[in-house]
């Protein structure tokens, strides 16, 4: 038992749902984890030297898994969009508000300031997943997230293969991603179409030389749209995207073994030569 953990077991999920009141609708992204196993296990997935003192929640739902994440930490943050429930979870959690333990935000984790957190554990939206992981990947904090499973393998995924593209380039620039649990949909009410999967970041530096990263990730991103195409043509296709004023002059400057190859084939580390390559011999815009 930690320190935080009380001497009673935690919330059953069932019965927090029909306090709640809520159905939980899939098409704001609502599916509530109902299985106290996988909930239990979720807080433990946080790397073991990872400071706890401020877990941040995004989308708390009905509060199964910010139960969990009270009896692990100081203090947790949760930031919920539906009104109905952020009103809810101040309630069901009362004596966690007053004692400063618990914050909820109500609103759009895309827009609202976060909070000074360091760490994060979080069953996503999955409609929003991809831009609150690139939200919370920067911050350099380690994160445990439920996600869709393909978007989780798209994250782990290696070079030569088929789900690696710009997604797992730009997440494994901020951390070592793992996928650590596959999730059936009975874990979840109402259960989403696909099954999911957990994935843990933990922060790290890139093992790669970048100069100027919003470059490096816009012209990753850039790079993977011609993904079909070889290295040479997708620099001189995606310009407008990266932002390379002179794609030629990269073109001429890069070695032929690597414009022959597609995109697919590249690790993080070549991606990176090139993108040093490329702002060497090019001035670089704004791009898309
Ligand atoms: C997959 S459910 C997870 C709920 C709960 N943590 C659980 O595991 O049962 C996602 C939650 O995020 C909320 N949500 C959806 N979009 C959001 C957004 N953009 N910002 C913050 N919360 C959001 C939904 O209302 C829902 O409660």
Request: glycine share 8%.
């Given at each position: 038992m930690t320190e935080f953990e009380s001497e009673s077991a935690s919330r059953d999920p069932d019965r927090l749902r029909r306090r709640a009141g809520v159905r939980g609708d899939p098409d704001r992204d609502q599916h509530f984890l109902v299985d106290d196993r996988v909930l239990d296990r979720l807080p433990g997935y946080l790397?073991?030297?990872?400071?706890?003192?401020?877990?941040?929640?995004?989308?708390?739902?009905?509060?199964?898994?910010?139960?969990?994440?009270?009896?692990?930490?100081?203090?947790?943050?949760?930031?919920e969009r539906d009104p109905e429930l952020a009103?809810?979870?101040?309630?069901?959690?009362?004596?966690?508000?007053?004692?400063?333990?618990?914050?909820?935000?109500?609103?759009?984790?895309?827009a609202v300031e976060l909070p000074p957190f360091t760490a994060c554990v979080s069953n996503l939206p999955y409609g929003v997943s991809s831009e609150i992981a690139f939200r919370l990947l920067p911050e350099g904090r380690p994160l445990v997230l439920?996600?869709?499973?393909?978007?989780?393998?798209?994250?782990?995924?290696?070079?030569?293969?088929?789900?690696?593209?710009?997604?797992?380039?730009?997440?494994?620039?901020?951390?070592?991603?793992?996928?650590v649990e596959t999730v059936p949909r009975e874990a979840f009410d109402p259960q989403p179409r696909v099954e999911s999967a957990v994935v843990r970041c933990t922060p790290r530096e890139p093992t790669y030389e970048v100069e100027d990263e919003a470059f490096f990730?816009?012209?990753?991103?850039?790079?993977?749209?011609?993904?079909?195409?070889?290295v040479r043509n997708a620099i001189r296709n995606t310009a407008h995207i990266s932002g390379l004023a002179d794609p030629d002059a990269v073109v001429e400057?890069?070695?032929?073994?690597?414009?022959?190859?597609r995109p697919g084939e590249l690790d993080p580390s070549a991606f990176a030569a090139l993108a040093r390559t490329a702002r060497r011999v090019s001035d670089v815009g704004g791009g898309q």
């Open positions: 790397p073991a030297d990872a400071d706890r003192s401020h877990v941040l929640e995004i989308g708390g739902g009905t509060g199964a898994l910010t139960d969990r994440l009270l009896d692990v930490s100081e203090r947790v943050t949760v930031v009103a809810f979870l101040r309630e069901e959690f009362a004596d966690a508000v007053e004692a400063g333990r618990l914050a909820v935000i109500e609103g759009d984790a895309l439920m996600v869709q499973f393909e978007f989780g393998e798209r994250m782990v995924a290696e070079p030569d293969t088929p789900e690696y593209g710009r997604l797992s380039v730009s997440a494994g620039h901020y951390a070592d991603v793992e996928l990730l816009r012209f990753v991103k850039a790079l993977f749209t011609q993904r079909r195409k070889t400057a890069v070695d032929e073994a690597t414009l022959s190859r």
